[in-house]
């Protein structure tokens, strides 16, 4: 780990072939929609042609040799979308969780989840947890699905979480820094990104990781999400590992 001007712990991106590959690499998955209605197609084709691109992202980030690989699948903001829409992206994880754990298992991948869960139905919220207890041996990649996530909603809780506890007299403001508030945020023990993708072209964070994001590279690809490929996720690490990461300090 290295320190931010701040004192925030960073991962320090590993060198693999004399390369720098990020630690953690997060993507905002986007164009499901776009994809489908520009093949006459129903929403929920564009989802479930979404999971594919989420299968051969796993791949490619193992094989790039990334730890943490961080996927945002279902907004706070999805639970406005039309009912049936909503129904379908969770009968889909639904769907993943009962026929995808297994191969996660198989290729050492743990899977964590970040999110308000209270909000799906407590049959899900059972699958999500047993999922995660199946996964927590595994270490190969860390995978961490944003589900019912809202980054300003996250924040939130943690300013709460804090005024509690100085409420209660477990916690001295004063002492309250960068690095203490971010062990109370969703993402605690979990490395910063050092990379943030989004696809479909759009060029915005959209409530995802905002405090988390404060030092990662970004990049925003022309690609619709279920067209992403690993040849993609390959390309986007051979970009990261041809910047120069300062961290706000001056050039040498």
Do not use: C, K
């Not at 290295?2 to 320090?12: E, F, N, R």
């Not at 390369?19 to 989802?47: E, F, K, Q, T, Y």
């Amino acid at each position: 780990m290295v320190a931010s001007p701040h004192g925030v712990a960073l991962a320090q991106a590993p060198e693999i072939g004399g390369a720098s590959v990020p630690a953690h690499v997060a993507i905002i998955m986007d164009g499901n929609g776009r994809w489908a209605a520009s093949r006459g197609l129903p929403r929920v084709a564009g989802h479930r042609a979404g999971a594919q691109a989420v299968r051969r992202t796993i791949e490619a980030a193992i094989r790039g040799g990334v730890g943490w690989l961080t996927l945002y699948a279902f907004s706070s903001e999805n639970w406005r979308r039309p009912v049936g829409e909503v129904l379908d992206l969770t009968g889909l994880m639904r769907h993943y969780l009962r026929h995808e754990v297994d191969e996660l298992t198989r290729e050492g991948v743990r899977l964590h989840v970040i999110g308000d869960r209270t909000r799906f139905e407590p049959d899900l919220q059972a699958e999500l947890a047993e999922a995660e207890r199946r996964t927590a041996h595994n270490t190969r990649l860390n995978l961490i699905m944003a589900l019912s996530y809202g980054a300003r909603h996250e924040i939130v809780e943690a300013a709460r979480r804090a005024a509690r506890a100085a409420r209660d007299g477990t916690l001295d403001p004063e002492t309250l820094d960068e690095a203490a508030f971010g062990q109370l945020l969703s993402t605690s023990g979990i490395p910063d990104p050092d990379l943030i993708l989004r696809t479909s072209g759009e060029q915005r964070l959209s409530n995802f990781l905002l405090w988390q994001a404060a030092y990662a590279e970004l990049m925003f690809l022309d690609v619709l999400w279920p067209d992403f490929s690993g040849e993609h996720f390959a390309g986007a690490l051979a970009e990261f590992s041809r910047r120069e990461r300062r961290y706000g300090a001056r050039p040498g």
